[in-house]
């Protein structure tokens, strides 16, 4: 059974404290791997998606990164803005998206 | 703003009874995709559809069925509604199905409330 699990669940961090979120998977035939940002009540919005291993990608303040069983999305000197929750997902070749239950960040200034 | 637009936002109805949620992909996008997200369970795909064909299938209970149409909107019916279907329904569309256009981007979502 296709499984992806973040960590850790919530994690809070002060104005300009750097961390890193983990998503690790393991699925059947991974096409992509991608990141999400998500505010409450509102739908994910995209970030990256990554689709091999040894791929980074970066925008602003976030870099992410993929090796052969885990993604991490590494936050540089975070704002509050940058509070949300992070969805990983991975989609098979078959076609189906597995998500992760997501990692709460709160930055506080 | 994302370019997809999910109707209606909320919906609240009763136990037993069936509710149809719509969904228009981005211009130009041939996939829909549907998920549920629920406090206990995440975010759960149901359902992918790739220009009026069902593509691929996760999790979605027989009460459910979709569809999508030649002006390629989708809908979602949820029957026999049961207080465990209250949840964020999601619509996403992406430009394919194959190859590197994968990125889904999701509408704002239904909430569902079942009493």
């Known amino acids: 059974e296709d499984q992806v699990t973040q960590s850790p669940e919530a994690l809070r961090l002060q104005e300009g404290e750097s961390s890193s979120l983990n998503c690790s998977y393991t699925?059947?035939?991974?096409?992509?791997l991608f990141w999400y940002r998500q505010d409450p009540g509102k739908g994910p919005e995209f970030l990256f998606t990554?689709?091999?291993a040894g791929e980074e990608k970066e925008k602003e303040r976030l870099k992410a990164t993929l090796t052969k069983k885990e993604s991490f999305l590494h936050i540089t000197a975070p704002k509050p803005e940058d509070s949300a929750t992070y969805l990983c997902a991975a989609l098979t070749n078959a076609g189906k998206s597995t998500f992760g239950d997501g990692t709460t960040l709160t930055v506080k200034p | 703003d994302s370019g997809v637009t999910q109707t209606p936002k909320h919906l609240i109805t009763a136990t037993g009874q069936r509710v149809t949620l719509r969904c228009s992909p981005r211009?130009?996008?041939?996939?829909v995709y549907w998920y549920q997200q629920s406090l206990d369970q995440g975010l759960q795909f149901l359902i992918q559809y790739y220009n009026g064909e069902e593509r691929a299938k996760g999790n979605i209970l027989e009460r459910f069925s979709a569809q999508q149409f030649p002006d390629l909107h989708s809908e979602l019916n949820l029957s026999s509604l049961e207080l465990g279907d209250s949840a964020l329904y999601f619509c996403?569309?992406?430009?394919?199905?194959?190859?590197?256009?994968?990125?889904?981007?999701f509408g704002p979502g239904t909430r569902l409330t079942v009493l």
């Open positions: 996403a569309s992406s430009v394919g199905n194959s190859g590197f256009t994968d990125t889904q981007y």
């Open positions: 211009s130009g996008d041939l996939s």
């Open positions: 990554l689709y091999s």
């Open positions: 699925v059947s035939g991974l096409r992509g």
